[in-house]
C-alpha cells in the first residue's frame, strides 16, 4: 500500500444531515436506513464503523472514512453464490449439472423429472436477516430478493457490484463514492456543490436522462443515501383475484417509502416492525405481505406504526406520510403502475382497523378504502361496481364466485353500524342533527326496510315459512333448499329491477314494490325516508342494493347450520 493510500485512507470527511433538508422522501428514508444498518452493524459486531451523532430528532452527524464506508457499503451489497434448480434450460446460460428428482404422478406412483442446476448469486439481505424472526429462511427476505433481481434491479447489468461481493471482493462504489464525496467537500469550502446523477436502482422512478436528453442528477452527499431507504420500506405484494375461479395472482411489488420526520423514533419502529412480521406464508408469499389494493399496503404500515406507539402509552407520527410505488415487470421493462401519498390519520386508521385481518371480498375492501381514504360515505360509488360486474357477484347463488362473499363483508357492516348507534342512544350520544350520524340512521333505516321486505316475500314463495324452520342444538336455523331457492329469487329480482332504474323510476318501484309490504315505521321515520327518496334518491338505492346483498346469503349449506360467527337471518 503507497504511502498515498494510507494518507488518502486516513482523510476523515464529514457530513451533516437535516430531514427537512433533504431533498425527497426516499433521501429522508435513505438516512434512517443508514442508521439501522448501523444498529445491525453494531449487534452483529462488525467494524469498524463511521461514528453517527444525533442531534435532536432529524439531524445527524456521520464522520466517515474509506475504510469504515466500505464496511456499509460491503454489507448493503453483500452475496452469495447459490444453486438454482430449473425445469427448462436458461437461454444465454451453461448449466452445471443435470439433476434427476422424482415427482408425485398420477395413481400414487412418482415420475421422474429433469432438473437443470445452475450457480447464480443471490444477494444477501444480512440486515433484513438479522432483525426478521427465520432470519435467512424468512419468507420477507426471500421476497425482498425476489422484488430487487425483478424490478429494482432487472437488468443484469445493475448486479454487478453483488458479483463482485459473491466472489469475495471489495465493492468499486465505495473508491468512487469516496473519491466524489471528496471533491464535493473540497467545492462545498467554496460554496459549491458536486452532483452526479442518480440510477433508476437506486431512486425509484429515475432515469440517467429523460426523453428530453434532461439528466436526473444530485449532489453527492444526498446520492450517498439512497443506498439504504430499502432497510425503511416496508414491501408488499398486489393480488389480481379471477373473480371465476376465485385463484389470486401476484402483480408486481408495492413498496411503502416513509417520509421520515423523527429519526430515532423511527429508526426504534423500523427494526420493530422488521422483528414482528410473522413467517407464516400463503402459497409461497408471506401472508401478511398480500393486498387487494396499493392504498391497503401503505395503511397497514401506518397502522402498526401507530399500534408501537399506543403500545408506549403515546399517540405519535415519526412519519409525515408514505409514498406508495407498485412496480412490475412487464418484458424487459419495469412499468411503474401506481404512485400515490397516504397521510397519518387516526380517524381512517381507527375505520381501517375494523376491515384489516378479516378475509374480505376484494371489491368490497377496495370499495371501503378507497372511500375511507378520500373522505366519502362508506357506499360512495357502489353503484358503479353493482353495474359494471355480473349481479351473481353480488347475489348469492350457486354460481357465486368462490371467494369471501361481498354480501357478507356489508352485513357485517351494518351488524357494527347498529351496534354503534345503540350504544350512542345508550349513552344519550345520538345527535341526528349530526350529519354522519343522520346518514348511519338513514343506512339502519333502509337495511331494516329492506330485511322485512326480502323475509315477508321469501315467506310468500316458500311453504317452509321462516318461524318454522327447524334448530340445530345450538339454536341455529337449518335452511332448506326450498327456502333458498325462494329466497335467491327474491334478492336477486328486487336487486336487478334496482340496477336498471334511475331517479324517479327508482322511487316508483321502491315505494311501490318495497314499501308494499306491511313494515312497523314510526312517523318521523316515514318522513325522514319520503325526505331521502326525493332529495338523494341514488343514496337510498345503493343502500337498498347493498342490504339485498347482505340479505340475499343464507348462512351454512343446504341442511346444516352455520358457525356461530355468522349472524342470523
Not at 467545492?187 to 433508476?200: D, M, Q, T, Y
Not at 412487464?330 to 411503474?336: D, E, I
Not at 362508506?378 to 360486474?389: K, L, Q, S
Not at 315459512?465 to 327474491?490: H, M, Q, S, T, W
Request: aromatic share 10%; proline share 4%; hydrophobic share 40%.
Amino acid at each position: 500500500m503507497s504511502a498515498a493510500m494510507k494518507t488518502q485512507e486516513a482523510e476523515q470527511i464529514t457530513l451533516i444531515y437535516d430531514l427537512f433538508e433533504l431533498p425527497s422522501t426516499q433521501h429522508k428514508a435513505g438516512l434512517a436506513g443508514l442508521l439501522i444498518l448501523l444498529e445491525s452493524l453494531k449487534a452483529r459486531e462488525i467494524g469498524p464503523l463511521p461514528e453517527a451523532m444525533l442531534s435532536g430528532s432529524r439531524s445527524v452527524t456521520i464522520e466517515l472514512t474509506q475504510q469504515t464506508l466500505g464496511v456499509l457499503l460491503d454489507d448493503v451489497y453483500d452475496a452469495k453464490w447459490v444453486e438454482k434448480h430449473s425445469a427448462t434450460k436458461w437461454q444465454g446460460s451453461t448449466h452445471k449439472r443435470v439433476d434427476e428428482v422424482e415427482r408425485p404422478g398420477e395413481n400414487g406412483k412418482t415420475k421422474k423429472e429433469k432438473q437443470f442446476v445452475y450457480d447464480v448469486f443471490d444477494p444477501s439481505g444480512n440486515v433484513f436477516a438479522f432483525w426478521l424472526q427465520s432470519g435467512q429462511q424468512s419468507p420477507w427476505l426471500k421476497l425482498w430478493r425476489e422484488m430487487l433481481w425483478r424490478v429494482l434491479r432487472a437488468q443484469p447489468a445493475t448486479r454487478g457490484e453483488y458479483e463482485k461481493r459473491a466472489n469475495g471482493q471489495v465493492t468499486d462504489v465505495t473508491a468512487k463514492l469516496w473519491d466524489s464525496l471528496g471533491k464535493a467537500q473540497k467545492l462545498r469550502a467554496k460554496g459549491k456543490f458536486k452532483v452526479e446523477s442518480i440510477a433508476g436502482s437506486l431512486f425509484v422512478g429515475a432515469q440517467d436522462a429523460n426523453a428530453e436528453r434532461v439528466s436526473f442528477a444530485g449532489q453527492v452527499e444526498h446520492n450517498l443515501l439512497l443506498h439504504f431507504w430499502q432497510f425503511s420500506t416496508p414491501l408488499f405484494v398486489p393480488q389480481i383475484v379471477d373473480m371465476k375461479s376465485g385463484k389470486r395472482e401476484y402483480a408486481g411489488y408495492l413498496l411503502v417509502i416513509p417520509e421520515v420526520t423523527d429519526l430515532r423514533l423511527f429508526v426504534a419502529d423500523m427494526i420493530d416492525y422488521w422483528k414482528m412480521l410473522e413467517p407464516e406464508v400463503s402459497g409461497y408469499q408471506p401472508r401478511d405481505a398480500l393486498i387487494d389494493l396499493p392504498e391497503e399496503g401503505g395503511l397497514e404500515f401506518l397502522y402498526h406504526l401507530a399500534h408501537m406507539h399506543v403500545k408506549k402509552l403515546g399517540i405519535a407520527y415519526d412519519v409525515a406520510a408514505v409514498e406508495l410505488y407498485h412496480l412490475q415487470k412487464k418484458g424487459n421493462n419495469v412499468r411503474m403502475l401506481a404512485a400515490e401519498r397516504l397521510l397519518p390519520n387516526a380517524r381512517v386508521l381507527a375505520e381501517y382497523e375494523s376491515i384489516r385481518g378479516v378475509p374480505a371480498n376484494p371489491y368490497y375492501k377496495s370499495l371501503r378504502i378507497r372511500n375511507l381514504l378520500s373522505g366519502n360515505s362508506w357506499h360512495h360509488g357502489v353503484d358503479a361496481i353493482f353495474a359494471h360486474y355480473p349481479w351473481g357477484y353480488f347475489v348469492r347463488t350457486d354460481k357465486t364466485p368462490r371467494l369471501p362473499f361481498f354480501g357478507n363483508d356489508v352485513k357485517r357492516y351494518f351488524t357494527r353500524l347498529n351496534q354503534q348507534l345503540n350504544l350512542l342512544k345508550e349513552n344519550n350520544a345520538m345527535n341526528e342533527t349530526d350529519p354522519a350520524i343522520k346518514d348511519d340512521v338513514l343506512a339502519r333505516r333502509i337495511y331494516r326496510l329492506i330485511g322485512e321486505y326480502v323475509n315477508y316475500k321469501t315467506d310468500a314463495r316458500s311453504s317452509k315459512k321462516y318461524k318454522d324452520l327447524p334448530c340445530d342444538v345450538n339454536g341455529y336455523r337449518i335452511y332448506p333448499k326450498e327456502f333458498r331457492e325462494a329466497r335467491e329469487k327474491v334478492t336477486s329480482d328486487a336487486f336487478l329491477a334496482m340496477r336498471s332504474r334511475r331517479a324517479e323510476d327508482f322511487v316508483e318501484y321502491f315505494t311501490g314494490t318495497i314499501c308494499s309490504v306491511p313494515h312497523f315505521v314510526q312517523e318521523a321515520e316515514f318522513l325522514d325516508l319520503t325526505q331521502a327518496l326525493i332529495q338523494k334518491p341514488d343514496t337510498v338505492k345503493n343502500l337498498s342494493m347493498l342490504a339485498l346483498s347482505a340479505y340475499s346469503h343464507l348462512p351454512g349449506k343446504e341442511g346444516q347450520t352455520h358457525s356461530s360467527n355468522e349472524n342470523e337471518n
